[in-house]
């Protein structure tokens, strides 16, 4: 990979020392310690009354290549940690500068081509994924790692804020036009999972009218 091209380490230890230290992230690697296994959530799928069962499901312990799109293990308030990062303009805890602030800035930006707009998101393995769209019929866009919805959101999220998801049905979102940003974990196949999604979005219309209704 590029990154093993230019530092000489893995990608995972380049994050390690780049990110999950100076955030605080202490469970979240691409190989889990005897620790974090001891705490790991399995992959359970839906059954054909909509109820749960475990799944024979889990990613190598030590991966040949690290992934820069998926592989690592984590817990929600480490990635609650690296949400709160983008809000505060890269800045982690006690001011530690991760990210430089016009790196946030560009990294939070359109980057597709005026007029093109993210579509639905085909599922190639049922077992694993349903066709995915965000807020069907609205328009979005893609930053470096995020989708942009470019209208506001029914949940309250306002134009122009990042979100993105996991295979297991994990989702976030972060607004940083209001300060508010949220994560909602599960460890559930296939992706897009109906009642999955609808928590989400629950969730989110939550923190909404909470947070924005005047006191």
Do not use: C
Not at 105 to 112: G, P, Q, V, Y
């Amino acid at each position: 990979m590029v990154v093993e091209a230019i530092t000489g380490k893995r990608l995972g230890e380049v994050l390690q020392e780049r990110v999950f230290d100076p955030l605080g992230m202490t469970s979240t690697a691409f190989s889990m310690t005897d620790d974090m296994r001891s705490r790991l959530a399995h992959i359970h799928a839906r059954t054909s009354d909509g109820g749960l069962k475990p799944m024979d499901f889990e990613l190598p312990p030590d991966p040949e290549l690290h992934m820069a799109g998926h592989g690592l293990y984590g817990t929600a308030e480490d990635y609650v940690k690296f949400i709160r990062m983008w809000l505060n303009d890269g800045r982690g805890p006690d001011g530690v500068q991760v990210l430089k602030p016009e790196t946030v800035e560009m990294a939070a930006k359109n980057h597709l081509p005026v007029g093109i707009h993210i579509k639905m998101l085909p599922g190639v393995n049922p077992t694993y994924s349903n066709d995915a769209e965000f807020f069907p019929g609205m328009p979005k866009t893609w930053a470096l790692s995020f989708m942009i919805n470019t209208e506001d959101a029914p949940t309250g999220r306002p134009a122009g804020s990042l979100a993105w998801a996991g295979l297991a049905n994990l989702y976030h979102w972060i607004d940083r036009r209001n300060g508010l940003g949220g994560f909602w974990a599960t460890q559930i196949f296939p992706f897009d999972d109906e009642t999955s999604v609808g928590g989400f979005l629950d969730f989110e219309k939550a923190v909404y009218d909470n947070a924005l209704t005047p006191a």
